[in-house]
Structures are given as C-alpha cells and as structure tokens.
C-alpha cells in the first residue's frame, strides 16, 4: 500500500510553500537567515490573527494529569481538578515515557484509589503509554466491574503505543513478529465490548521532546498507526472497525499557527489513509499535550505564558482534548496552585476568550504550509516504510539518528541566538530553580525486555543549549 498525497508526486506543494513560505521570511525576522527544509519548518506560517469561525462549539476538552506517587494525593487533585472546570484526566504511571519523573505507583490498587470517588461515567479518562498499558487496560475493566459500571458508558483512551513505548523505554517485552501476530486477538474482545474509545494511539509525544521536527513527529504518528490497520488487515479483521479505535497524541509548542498547521496536516494525511482503505474518512481523536521541551527551569513564570499559547493553538485547531503541563514541572512534582493555575488560564481562554476551532478554508500561507508538512512527512513515512516499518526503523536506530540530526540543528540555532528562549538567552533569569538531571527518561529497568534500542529520553531546549555550550 501506498497511498498518496498528491496528485502531482508534491510538486505542486512544494511550489505553493515555495511561495508561501518566502513571505514568511518579513514576519519572522530572527529566523530570516536560511532556505533549508529544515529553516522553512521552523520558521512556520504566519503568526497574524487568523479568522475565527462563526458560530462553532469548543470541541477541545481540558484533561488534567494524575501523576502523583502517592495514589491518595492524586485523587485529591483529580477530585479538585474535575470540580473546577476539567473535564477529563489523564492517568500517568511511573516508568512512562510521559512521566517526565513523577507518576503513580504501577498497580491496580493505586489505580483504583486513584479512580475512588470519579463520577467514570462524566469524565473523560485517558491512560498514557506505559510499560504496562496492556494490563492496566484490565485493572480498569476489574475496577469497572468492582463499580458495576459498564464499559459502553465510558469515555476513554487506553493509550496502547507499542512504537513510543519502545522508543521511550528502550524495550519491548516480546518481539515485533509476537506482538503483530497477538494483539489483534488480544484486543478483539475489547470491539466487542462496544466501549467508545480510542484502544490504540499513535503517540508523537515521545518523539517531539526527545527533539524531532514537525515533520518527523507527524510521519513518526502516521506510521504508528498504519502499522496498527496493517496489523488487523493480515489478521482478517474488519480495518473499518479497528480504524474508529485508532487516535493519536502530539505535543504543542508556543508556536501557536505552526502548531495550529501540523493538527491540520495530521487530519489531512490521515483521510489519506483511510481513503486508501476504503474506509470513510473521519475526524481523528487527536489528544495534545504541552510540550516539555520548551519549558525552562529558570524564570519558570514564563512557562505559563508558552502553555498558554499552546492551548490557544489547541482550541483554535480543534483538538479533542488538551493536557496542560503546570508550570513548575521542570522542578519537580507541581503543587496544587500550579496544577490551577495551568488549568484556569485554558478556562479563561475557552469561557472568556470566546474561541472556537478556526474556519476550515485556509489563508494562503497557511495553506501552503500545511501542505509542505504534508509533502515533507509523507517522504519521512516512505523512510520509515522502507525501513521495515515504524518498529523495526526504531530497533535498528534508523528514527533515532534522524531525530539527533534535527536535535543537532536545534542545538546551533540556539547557540546561534536564531531561537531565542525568554529568561534563559532573552533576559536571562538569574533563578536556577529546582531542577531534575538533562534528560528525562523511563525509570522502569530494561532487564525484563524482549528486544532493545537506543532510548529516547526528553530533553528540554534549555538543557540542550547547555549541552552544545559544553561542546
């Protein structure tokens, strides 16, 4: 299978973001130097005002993180949180890729205390990659049956990721043949169940703070989960079922149009896929989270600012729900005020900034932008497809030494002053901060792996700008 963007092998679109993209140049001044692929997707789109649509409903729902290592602490806070305007949380367990340090204990019982007292029902629960996902997608259904709740009532996201699990742990616990072969069987009696989620995610989360591009993020998510209708098509099973069951999970930055661009071209490269199944094309469940690699240990008051954009973005590109790192997460496990105060700043943008998802037509720039991020990820998808796919390019390194190219690149246009970060190369701060080591990896140990790989630990610009000055 190889379905395709465009009609004209992307020459068009290389044309219009040519074109597109050059006016960009006079709104971007400190990025004016370089023409690179790599320059044009960093400088992104136009930042000017884009055109609100009339009359359409906030889709984007906040989901707040649980991921407190005392199971006690986190339901007190997830309690606060849904009585305050989330809507939704978002269970993160220790040893996650998404953990960044912190996360609760991994077992049922924590789980369950966890869950004590969460109206299941009225709340959207998401469970992020782990180690575990696959069992704790049992814990829930015994914590389920322990409340008579049934499934069909839920709305929920397993989070089940086995390309960022393996990326983010450095591990899988039986190999790639074994897990093709076993998870559509393992995973049909949850269809049967009838329950309204997402099973399977392609999570790029993982892959955009260990510093991937955009464009890389976006071919990384599509072949995550392509291997997923791949995997039910030689099982023989129904790919327009499975395909209802398939989300994805990125990061967003404080670019606020480049962010808004990469949703959009995530939505249009997977009508193409799905259209080269025969399957209706849908909405896509897309879950986004602020980015950890923007966020700074010094002048952390400035993370509230980055979070903001990046929430702003997520509720004018209509994302399905929307995860707010606090703003003190580089220092350690974040407080109470600064899980509200992350919380309320994206309820002052939804009930007071009157926002809503942005009009589907596209301004020319845009326009050609987001179709350069199409062009540009489907080549990387190709790679990557080549490679053996998402799975097999990841063991053999192939995704890993990309990603430390681009990281390479991020390191100079720091170093070079073309990437500024506020309170640490813009009027620095002389606050240091609470701060955890460079990089932020799973703690779980490898010694209970199948196969292994080169780990992708996240690592934020600031620790990145450190370490290429050491060079």
């Known amino acids: 299978m190889n379905p395709s963007v465009t009609g004209d092998g992307g020459k068009g679109i290389a044309r219009k973001a040519e074109a597109g993209l050059s006016a960009a140049l006079a709104h971007a001044p400190y990025l004016a130097e370089g023409s690179s692929a790599e320059e044009r997707e960093n400088r992104g789109p136009d930042s000017s005002p884009l055109d609100l649509g009339q009359g359409r409903e906030i889709r984007t729902r906040i989901v707040q993180r649980v991921d407190d290592p005392s199971p006690n602490n986190a339901n007190a806070q997830a309690l606060d949180d849904l009585a305050n305007g989330a809507e939704g949380i978002a269970i993160v367990f220790e040893g996650a890729p998404n ?13 369950a205390a966890a869950l004590s007292d969460i109206p299941l029902t009225r709340t959207h629960i998401r469970l992020d990659v782990h180690p575990q996902s696959r069992a704790s997608v049992d814990w829930l259904v015994q914590i389920l049956a322990s409340r008579r709740v049934s499934p069909d009532r839920l709305d929920i996201s397993f989070g089940i990721d086995p390309a960022a699990l393996f990326a983010g742990t450095g591990r899988l616990r039986m190999s790639i043949e ?4 076993s998870m559509p069987q393992s995973l049909a009696h949850f269809f049967a169940l009838g329950v309204p989620g997402i099973l399977l995610e392609a999570d790029g989360r993982v892959f955009h703070n260990a510093g991937a591009s955009d464009v890389q993020e976006l071919a990384i998510m599509l072949a995550s989960a392509m291997s997923y209708l791949r995997m039910f098509e030689e099982a023989r099973q129904p790919v327009l079922y499975a395909a209802a069951h398939v989300g994805f999970a990125t990061s967003l930055d404080q670019n606020q149009s480049r962010s808004i661009a990469k949703i959009r071209a995530l939505r249009r490269l997977w009508a193409r896929v799905l259209e080269s199944y025969s399957v209706p094309s849908a909405e896509p ?11 700074t240990s010094r002048a952390m008051e400035t993370n509230l600012a980055r979070g903001a954009l990046a929430g702003l973005a997520a509720m004018e590109a209509g994302v399905s729900t929307f995860s707010p790192l606090p703003h003190t997460l580089p220092g350690g496990l974040p407080d109470m005020q600064a899980r509200r105060l992350s919380r309320n700043t994206l309820l002052v943008l939804a009930a007071e900034g009157n926002l809503a998802p942005i009009d589907a037509g596209l301004g020319g720039e845009m326009e050609a932008f987001v179709s350069f991020l199409c062009d540009s990820a489907w080549d990387e998808l190709q790679a990557i497809e080549d490679e053996g796919g998402i799975l097999r390019s990841i063991a053999a390194g192939h995704i890993q030494g990309r990603i430390a190219e681009t990281r390479r690149t991020h390191a100079d246009r720091l170093r070079e002053g073309r990437m500024p970060i506020v309170g640490t190369t813009l009027h620095p701060s002389a606050e240091s901060g609470r701060r955890h080591g460079r990089v932020i990896g799973a703690s779980a140990g490898a010694e209970d792996g199948i196969m292994f790989c080169e780990s992708l630990p996240a690592i934020r610009f600031e620790d990145l700008l450190e370490e290429a000055a050491s060079n």
């Open 178 to 181: 074994a897990m093709h072969a």
């Open 99 to 111: 953990a960044f340090g912190n996360g609760l204990p991994v077992s049922q019982e924590a789980l």
């Open 285 to 295: 469940v897309i879950h986004a989270e602020t980015s950890y690699r923007m966020m």
